[in-house]
Structures are given as structure tokens and as C-alpha cells.
């Protein structure tokens, strides 16, 4: 199983094709806010989205887009808090924030906010 | 799609363009703008009004503008641009080849142009700014914070404000932000703040641009805005003060009290754009006409600057404000929609109030602009209740000169109006262009707003409605 801190720290990029994310770990996921939606609800029958979860990686589905590069300029980002697959969930240190960029070439790249970008928790 | 919208684009300015009245633009002796100037075939709308069926693309367009974001979205989000252009151009076909009246058409498209060209530069110039105050929460700091949006946002408009400043305001507030905080942002910052100069809010830009002199709204309605902005903030201080005590702010953080700016050549594209409202040929005399173009050297430099500052931007400070061409864009295919059909819902405003003009108050306009500034955009709206206060007096609000007369006659229509449209922006999500932005920031950065509905019984009624009642009271009950 892949973890969050290891994919930051080896620089891995996630990938996508039309409205599927491909995220390069696993995670427990708290929130996915993507322009004004505010996602919270993980269950199956999620209009917006839909998470896959596999042995290595996660897919996330933006089931309202055709094409998540469309919906998205090159400065606006997809936001996740998650959390590791083995850690306390009920510990809010343990909340992992995360920005998701559309790129070219159905490259995500994914990245800690700095001081500049805000995430509410 | 993108071809077919760039094609009904092309007709759309072309048919209005490519006229004979362009002709009359040529011969312009005085070499003032075309707004500015009366035509003898103009059509006497006191004698000949438009048809009345003519407003119908305008209240569709207004009702789907109102209606479309909050319920049938994801139909709005993709069909808006196709519905705004295919409305307009009803009313231009309907002007050009039924009503023969393509002047009142040009009149329209230079001011759509000026108004653009200011939004635009505004939205971009200010989009590369982002300010980091890195300061404890405190109700002080926030009243500050917002009074100091207030006044700005007469200088760089509401939305140029709103985009400076709401994300450092969310960033000071993250431990302890709540809706409330938002939503006095949108009632401070994105509205009632802007009522002093036609830069402040785009209802009083257009009035601007139809000839109310630029320190005509400072110099008449800042006391009001002083005592509503004083009473507003107050009743922010109460609740943040109140919020403050109950949660307080995590003593683990440490602040430096510093603001830190990024991008701050955008200050001085700001300080152009702002320099460059006033670079028409009827303020100062030097400033060339630029004859046949439907727009002068005010809206080249705006989109000049508009271009520069994007090109040259801090990547940091788009980035950090994740800057996107979206809410411009929305607003520039909304508006070209807007202004179009507005044309014949002015004439037919004035026509009628002109009718039975005695019967109509300060207190008419007051509540009349302000009711349907919340529902609807202020900006038309505004612009309504300016031609049927003008109306009242047998004045036509396309006549240059009859504009200019009807600031001098009686201010309290004037005052009653302005105030009314850009204070009542604020009631409601859709009563003016920033109040959506500021919403969709915040929800952006994870925070949850109250619904369409939730704003306005939770906030707007308990809280401005009693306000602006009061500044009613005060001010126009009983008077004009």
C-alpha cells in the first residue's frame, strides 16, 4: 500500500483522463472541495463523486464533468483533507491537506498548500 | 460550441457596427463620444415608444440570470452565453429593422464596451495582488479590516476589492471563521462600501457613463453611507466580539502582525485604470475622440492594462488567488445580453413614468431600486428607475444633456436611487456580481455558506433590512 507521505516525498504525480482523478496512494478521505462544492459525503450514492479504491492507488470520479481539465484553469485546484490509511483519524495533526493541479498530458500534480492557499478543516 | 459563440458574437457587433449611423459618428464636429452626443434622428421615445413586447427578452434574461445558479445550474453554467447573445439579438434585429432606431443601439454598445473595459481591468489588475496580514483575529482587527475594504472598494470597485481581500480575511480568521464573517464581508466590502464613486459599483458607473458627474454620488449620499457602514460594522463588532469570547484563538499561534504583499506593480496598474476613467473627450477637452470606434482611449488603456498586468503577473500571487478568467467572462457574456435588452425596457420606462410621473416619490425609487436590486442585477435595475426618474420630468436618460439637467433639478431621485442599488445588492446572493465570488472563495476554502435562503432570512432580513429602513426614515421618507 502506498502512503501519502511517501508519494510526497518521492514527487509523484497523479494522473487523469476525462472526469477520473488517479491518486498515487491510499487514504481515508475527510473532504474534496472543487470550486464551490464542498464534498463530504463519501457514500455510493454521491452525485457528485465517486471514490475507487485499488491495492496501490485511489481513483477518484467527477461524475458531473466530461472533462476535469475543462472545468479547471491552470491556477484553481482541486483541495483534498485526508487522512493516512493506519493513522488516528480522530486526530486532527493527523489531517493531511492537499492541492490537486490539472497539467497536460493527463498529469495531476499534487502538493501541500503553503501560507498563501487556505484550507478550512 | 466556442465557434458558433464567437460567430453569433461577430453578427451581433457587426450589425450594430456596420450601420449608417456610423456615418453620423464621422461627421461628429465637437469630436466628443458618441454617448455623448444627441442626434436629431434619434427617436423621440416620449412620442414613439418601442413595443412593450420588446421587454420580454429582458425579463426572461433577468428572471434565467437570477434563477439559473441556484436551479437549473449545471444548464446555466454551459447555455448561458448561447441564451444572453440569442436575447440580445432580438432586441437589435427588432432596432435595426422594425423601430429604425440604430443609434440608441451604438449609444448602448459604447457603454457596454466602457463598462467591460473597467470590470475587466479591475478584475485582472487586482487578481494579481495577493495580501498576507498576518495578525490575530481579533473583532478590532476584523471592523478595521472591513472598513478598510469599504473605503477601497470606491477605488478599485467592489469586485476589484472583494478579490484583494476576502481570502486575507479568511486567512486572519481560519481558527475561528464562521458564515457570519463571510456574509458581513459580502454586506460590507462587496456592497454597501462602493456607494461612493462610480468606480465603487457598476450601477454608478453606468449612471457615470450616461452623464452624472463623477463626485455627484460622494458629494450627496457619503453621510448616509458613513451612519449605514458605522451601524453595520457595529453589529458585526457585536457578534465577532461575542463569537471571540465564546472560542477564542489557539494560543499556539504566533503572529508576526506583518502584511506582506505580493505583486505590488498591480498597484500601480490600478492607480492607471483609475487615472484612466476620467480620459474622455467630454471630462477633458485634450482627450481625442476616436471618431468612428465605437469606444475611446479610456477603454484601450483599460484592456491595455488589463493585458499587461495578466502577462506580467506575480505566478505566485495568481496562484495564491487561484486567478481564473471565469467570473469575467460570465459577466461579459451576461451583460452584452443585459444591455442589449435593456434598451427598450429604459424607453418604456420612461415613457410611461413620464405619464404619470406625480404620482411617483424619493420613497418610491428608494424601495422600488432597492427591492429589485436584491432579486435582480442592481445594474439594470438602476438603470430603470434612473430613466423612470427622468422620465418623470419629461427627460430621456440616452440624451446626454437631459442627464446632466436631471442631477442638477432634484438629487433626492438621484440619491434615492443610487443608494438604493448598490445598498440592496447585498440582500441576497445575486443583488450584485461580487457577492457570488465572495461565496464561491469561501466555499472554495472549505468553508460552508448558508443557502439562498438561509442568507436572506438569517442575515439580510434581521440584520439590513431594520438598517435600511432606518436610512428610509432618515433620509427620503416623505420627500420628492
Known amino acids: 500500500m502506498t502512503k501519502i507521505k511517501t508519494a510526497l516525498e518521492s514527487k509523484r504525480n497523479g494522473i487523469y483522463y476525462n472526469n477520473r482523478i488517479i491518486l498515487p496512494f491510499k487514504c481515508e478521505f475527510l473532504k474534496i472541495i472543487f470550486e464551490n462544492k464542498i464534498i463530504t459525503d463519501f457514500s455510493s450514492g454521491n452525485p457528485d463523486v465517486e471514490i475507487v479504491e485499488h491495492e496501490n492507488f485511489t481513483d477518484i470520479y467527477f461524475k458531473k464533468y466530461k472533462d476535469i481539465q475543462n472545468e479547471f484553469s491552470k491556477y484553481e485546484s482541486i483541495k483534498l483533507i485526508v487522512c493516512e490509511k493506519d493513522a488516528d483519524i480522530f486526530d486532527f495533526n493527523n489531517h493531511i491537506k492537499l492541492l490537486l493541479y490539472i497539467e497536460n498530458e493527463h498529469i495531476i500534480k499534487i502538493e501541500l498548500p503553503d501560507e498563501n492557499q487556505i484550507i478550512i478543516d | ?480
Open chain 2, 1 to 480: 460550441m466556442k465557434k458558433i459563440l464567437i460567430l453569433i458574437s461577430v453578427v451581433f457587433f457587426t450589425l450594430i457596427f456596420i450601420n449608417p449611423v456610423n456615418s453620423y459618428a464621422l461627421e461628429n464636429p465637437e469630436g466628443k463620444s458618441t454617448t455623448q452626443v444627441t442626434n436629431a434622428e434619434e427617436h423621440n421615445i416620449f412620442e414613439t415608444p418601442p413595443s412593450p413586447y420588446m421587454v420580454i427578452p429582458f425579463i426572461i434574461l433577468l428572471l434565467m440570470n437570477s434563477t439559473g445558479p441556484l436551479f437549473y445550474k449545471h444548464f446555466w453554467e454551459h447555455n448561458y452565453p448561447k441564451v444572453s447573445i440569442s436575447l440580445g439579438l432580438v432586441t437589435v434585429f427588432y432596432y435595426l429593422f422594425i423601430f429604425d432606431d440604430p443609434l440608441s443601439l451604438l449609444h448602448t454598445l459604447e457603454e457596454y464596451i466602457s463598462f467591460i473595459a473597467l470590470l475587466t481591468s479591475l478584475f485582472v489588475a487586482s487578481g494579481g495582488i495577493l495580501i498576507r496580514i498576518d495578525k490575530k483575529s481579533t473583532p478590532v482587527a476584523n471592523v478595521v479590516l472591513l472598513f478598510v475594504g469599504a473605503i477601497i472598494s470606491n477605488l478599485i470597485g467592489t469586485t476589484g476589492a472583494s478579490m484583494l481581500l476576502i481570502r486575507p480575511f479568511i486567512r486572519m480568521n481560519r481558527n475561528r471563521i464562521k458564515p457570519y464573517h463571510i456574509i458581513f464581508f459580502i454586506f460590507i466590502v462587496s456592497n454597501i462600501g462602493g456607494a461612493l464613486t462610480p468606480i465603487g459599483d457598476p450601477p454608478l458607473f453606468l449612471g457615470f457613463l450616461k452623464g452624472i458627474e463623477f463626485f455627484w454620488v460622494i458629494q450627496h449620499v457619503w453621510h448616509i453611507w458613513l451612519l449605514t457602514i458605522v451601524i453595520v460594522l457595529s453589529i458585526f463588532f457585536v457578534i465577532d466580539y461575542l463569537n471571540y469570547k465564546k472560542d477564542g484563538v489557539s494560543e499556539k499561534d504566533d503572529f508576526t502582525g506583518k502584511i506582506q504583499i505580493k505583486g505590488k506593480k498591480n498597484f500601480i496598474y490600478l492607480l492607471i485604470i483609475i487615472i484612466s476613467v476620467f480620459m474622455d473627450p467630454a471630462i477633458i477637452s485634450w482627450v481625442p475622440s476616436l471618431g468612428v470606434l465605437p469606444f475611446g482611449i479610456r477603454e484601450i488603456i483599460m484592456f491595455s492594462v488589463a493585458f499587461i498586468s495578466y502577462k506580467r503577473a506575480d505566478k505566485e500571487a495568481l496562484k495564491g488567488n487561484e486567478f481564473d478568467f471565469e467570473p469575467i467572462k460570465e459577466v461579459a457574456f451576461l451583460f452584452v445580453g443585459i444591455f442589449a435588452t435593456m434598451i427598450p425596457a429604459l424607453q418604456l420606462v420612461a415613457y410611461e413614468t413620464h405619464k404619470y410621473g406625480s404620482k411617483l416619490t424619493a420613497d418610491i425609487f428608494y424601495w422600488g431600486t432597492g427591492i429589485l436590486s436584491s432579486i435582480l442585477d442592481n445594474a439594470p435595475t438602476y438603470l430603470n428607475f434612473l430613466s423612470a426618474a427622468m422620465g418623470k420630468f419629461g427627460l430621456n436618460i440616452e440624451n446626454y444633456q437631459h442627464v446632466k439637467e436631471f442631477e442638477l433639478h432634484d438629487p433626492i431621485y438621484l440619491m434615492a436611487i443610487s443608494v438604493g442599488a448598490v445598498f440592496f445588492g447585498a440582500m441576497t446572493y445575486i443583488g450584485n456580481g461580487p457577492n457570488f465570488m465572495v461565496k464561491s472563495i469561501s466555499e472554495s476554502s472549505g468553508i460552508k455558506l448558508p443557502s439562498f435562503f438561509g442568507y436572506v432570512m438569517k442575515y439580510s432580513v434581521p440584520i439590513l433590512l431594520p438598517v435600511f429602513t432606518l436610512v428610509w426614515y432618515l433620509f427620503f421618507y416623505g420627500r420628492g
